[in-house]
């Protein structure tokens, strides 16, 4: 039988090996901008993305759910169809982040998306 003193050490030990196995499987993706993406694409074809970037003006399209993410060089396809809520900020020129599957068809470049953040425009804002 083990001592108190040795099943305690060997509790905690076991504890701290599953903390740490937790949050280094659990490890959250890296953002991407549009550009770095595109540029990459190959690497990160049909796996699961977060990136970031600026909504073009005039691009959401609420029947199809979809709307364009510009990068400086490169423009991305967000399909947000499969988004469980978004936010009243959805609008032209804002910056958002969207994480899912990064696809390619026909050489059009999409994020399927299953989750979208958008920035407070009003912590922006400057105050009158």
Partial sequence: ????????????????????GTIF???PQ??????????DKSKHLDKEVAVRGEIRDGSINESTMTFILEGSDFDLLI???NAGSISNGLGDNRTVYAEGIFRSSDGIFTIEADVIKTSCPSKYEEQA
């Fill in 1 to 20: 039988m083990l001592s108190y003193r040795n099943r305690l050490l060997l509790i905690g030990g076991l504890v701290t090996i599953a903390v740490l």
């Fill in 25 to 27: 499987l659990q490890a």
């Fill in 30 to 39: 890296p953002t991407l901008t549009v550009d770095e993406l595109i540029d």
């Fill in 79 to 81: 399909d947000y169809s």
